[in-house]
């Protein structure tokens, strides 16, 4: 309410407290430090990358196709990492630092199922940014994104991590498990590169966006990033292993799932085996709708790609199926992944 004083002035209410303005100030200056700091510790470690792959044009004549994102030194001889489908299929890969430096890179080894690669450098004196750990990340902590959005090189915007645990598609068509989703504004170029803590530390591999959306950007954990890296160092490749089934999701039968007392009330039924695959072998059949793989519910197509991991390429294991109103246990051996 309005209070009319002896001096003809009007009051609206407490005045402002100056030091509180001096307090506002204080915190944005600690947020632009903080954003400021971080970026100028890991912008030297930022990479441009620059492909060229082969495509088919609609005439069936081969030609060339210029693409590129972001990517960021993790060690002080060279290994960039990047996004799989940054790099995935090129002929020649050309990398580009802040200081102004080229280099031609070769592929280490892509993944597609998490939408990671690694490629090499060899060039002297890189600057190699710390990693963090994913796991130890909270929600509304500072999340800085740094790439190079339509070609515009070294671009830095912030924003906070919005959720954690999130899970999306890759292109391959399984899920990426434990993303990070952030508000941190991304665009196309910006794939591949750094998401980054307010201490400087990578914590992320920026990876996607919703077209559309406002503020759903989406980064692989840095955890995620440092076991498929070394499994592509050592091996060049992520084993998975395969059963040779097309499958979907489908709902159980309320009484097969009261009858066997099952946790879950989906399943996967087999649409088609292949010849000569594991799941040949092991007598798994068109319409069998698959419950439980190793002792471990199956309550879709996703839980069983999660469960056919690299251990189990080679070894015994039990499948758990629904035939018809019968419930059978079979023993498969998985192979590896082509």
Sequence with gaps: MLNLLSDNSIAAGPVLDSSLLHDD??????YSQAVVSAAEKVSPSVAKIEVTQNA????????????????????????VLTNSHVVHDATRIEVSLADGRHFPAHLIGDDPATDLAVIRVDAPSLTAVPLGDSQKLRVGQLAIAIGNPYGFQYTVTAGVVSALGRSLRSYSGRLIED????????????????LVSSDGQVIGVNTA???????????????????????????GRIRRAYIGVEAQTVPLHRRIVRFYDLPKETGVIVTAVESGSPAQRAGLREGDVIIAFNGQPASGVDDLHRLLTDAQVSATASVTVIRRTERLELTIVPMESK
Aim: hydrophobic letters at 35%; one cysteine or more.
């Design 56 to 79: 088919r044009a609609r005439n069936g004549q081969s030609r060339e196709r210029r693409g590129g994102g972001s990517g960021f030194v993790f060690t002080p001889d060279g290994l």
């Design 25 to 30: 100030s204080v915190l944005l200056d600690a």
């Design 179 to 194: 993303v990070i989703q952030t508000d941190a504004s991304l665009n196309p170029g910006n794939s591949g590169g750094p």
């Design 209 to 235: 966006t919703i077209m559309g959306a406002q503020g759903l950007c989406f980064a692989i954990g840095i955890n995620t990033a440092k076991f498929v890296a070394s499994r592509l160092l050592t091996q």
